[in-house]
């Protein structure tokens, strides 16, 4: 029982590429999401997935996109990455979103930087 | 939407010691409040949490506290170890809805002293 897995773990971009962050949960998780931890920012969540078939903006979703794939994956675009998406990346899942108190799992992080 | 606010960023104490980690949250119908722990390079892990019917809890040498009224919950570790040193996140998370309801504070950094 892995727990939330995302790939890469670093990873360097050049300004203007495109890169795929994968995620996948085996803990059967109705609901995942995408946060970036910057220093002094806390955890900022850029989108979220409520369900399989499902995806919302969080509070930072511009210049991101989101698939969830199926109810393991749920993966995160950046179309044309900037200096300013340097960041460590979070996957997180969840039983349910509409639980009140359900807790979330992270996975290891993925660390970008974009020159 | 719900803003949580943690206080303080940072904060050093002596092995041994006490440390205690502030938040405030702004919406009065969020009822579950966890705490996260995040080691250096690590992933944020649950470490507890308390929910708003409840006014403290315990486990081992973490607390938290929760004060409805003035809003504000807290977290208290007790006889503080080097592996306790890590950063600390507090959360609100609102009432059962079909959207995201689960805010995080900015983080604490404790530093504990050998």
């Known amino acids: 029982n892995a727990g939330v897995t995302q790939t890469p773990k670093f990873q360097v971009l050049k300004t203007g590429q495109s890169m795929t962050l994968q995620c996948a949960q085996d803990m059967n998780h109705n609901s995942m999401y995408w946060y970036r931890q910057d220093p002094g920012m806390g955890l900022r969540l850029i989108y979220y997935?409520?369900?399989?078939?499902?995806?919302d903006k969080g509070e930072v979703p511009n210049g991101y996109n989101v698939s969830r794939l199926n109810k393991r994956e749920f993966s995160l675009r950046l179309e044309s990455a900037a200096p300013s998406q340097t960041s460590v990346y979070f996957c997180a899942s969840s039983e349910l979103i509409t639980s009140s108190g359900n807790t979330i799992y992270f996975g290891e992080g993925s660390w970008l930087t974009v020159v | 939407g719900e803003n949580v606010e943690q206080h303080p960023s940072t904060l050093s104490v002596q092995e041994g010691d006490s440390a205690v980690i502030k938040c405030t949250y702004s919406?009065?119908?969020?009822?579950?409040f966890p705490w996260y722990k995040q080691e250096l390079g690590k992933r944020p892990q649950l470490i507890i949490d308390i929910r708003s019917n409840v006014g403290e809890k315990k486990d081992q040498r973490i607390a938290v506290t929760l004060n409805k009224t003035a809003k504000h919950f807290s977290l208290h570790i007790t006889e503080t170890q080097p592996e306790d040193s890590a950063v600390y996140f507090c959360?609100?998370?609102?009432?059962?809805?079909?959207?995201?309801?689960?805010?995080f504070g900015t983080g604490t950094r404790l530093t504990v002293i050998p």
């Open positions: 919406d009065s119908a969020s009822n579950y």
């Open positions: 997935s409520a369900s399989e078939g499902t995806t």
């Open positions: 959360a609100a998370q609102g009432p059962v809805t079909g959207a995201n309801n689960l805010f």
